[in-house]
């Protein structure tokens, strides 16, 4: 991956953090997180990953950020400055959900460990 578009992806994540932050609080969707942002080659895609922290407001919120995307790229291309500013597309990061459950599974092993240990 080419320097520039690591730093494209970058401010992207920043700047599109920030419009969350101070101009979509109405959105009543609790805590947001923008994890990450892929850019295409051609930077005419963005995909921006959110983690979404009510697990079962997550597609709920999902549609409501979708439904913004129009006013968070006008808000982005009043923020950046590239020739073009790329098409959004969210998805929903659940890469915290696979931590979560993998942790769980290990301490489940760990316990069984214990018990087995104290037999």
């Known amino acids: 991956m080419s320097h520039r578009i690591d730093k494209i992806e970058n401010l992207i994540k920043e700047e599109i953090s920030l419009i969350f932050l ?13 994890t990450n942002v892929k850019v295409s080659a051609d930077l005419k ?10 697990k079962d407001k997550r597609d709920e919120v999902l ?4 439904s913004k995307t129009k006013f968070i790229r006008s ?3 009043s923020r950046i ?16 959900d696979y931590v979560e459950k ?14 087995k240990g104290n037999n």
Do not use: M, W
Not at 63 to 66: A, G, L, N
Not at 103 to 114: M, P
């Open 63 to 66: 549609e409501k950020v979708k």
């Open 22 to 34: 101070f101009k979509l609080q109405n959105l009543d969707s609790g805590l947001i997180t923008i």
């Open 81 to 96: 400055t590239i020739k073009f500013v790329p098409e959004l597309k969210f998805f929903l990061d659940d890469s915290l």
């Open 75 to 77: 808000e982005l291309a």
């Open 45 to 54: 895609i963005a995909r921006v990953y959110i983690s979404i922290f009510e």
């Open 102 to 115: 993998i942790e769980g599974l290990i301490k489940k092993i760990h316990e069984n460990d214990d018990k």
